[in-house]
């Protein structure tokens, strides 16, 4: 496969993730503060772990991929 192709193919997929995001912010989805998303906040310090979003990130991404798999 040609490199200039696939860096294109990384760029639009990008694109399209930051407008999904941009819509679901919009949306008042809560998407990265889920339930289960782990905050620690010390006195200078924040640590933030979405469990949960990448939970559901990886089942999406999984459906995904099965589909595409599914049809070539």
Partial sequence: MNLGR??????????ICG????????LHVPFGRLPGDFVWRGKNS?????????????????LVMWVLNRKW
């Fill in 6 to 15: 696939v860096l294109i193919g990384l760029g639009l997929i990008l694109v």
């Fill in 19 to 26: 407008v999904a995001a941009m819509l679901l912010e919009r």
């Fill in 46 to 62: 924040t640590i933030y772990f979405p469990l949960v979003t990448c939970l559901l990130l990886s089942v999406l991404a999984s």
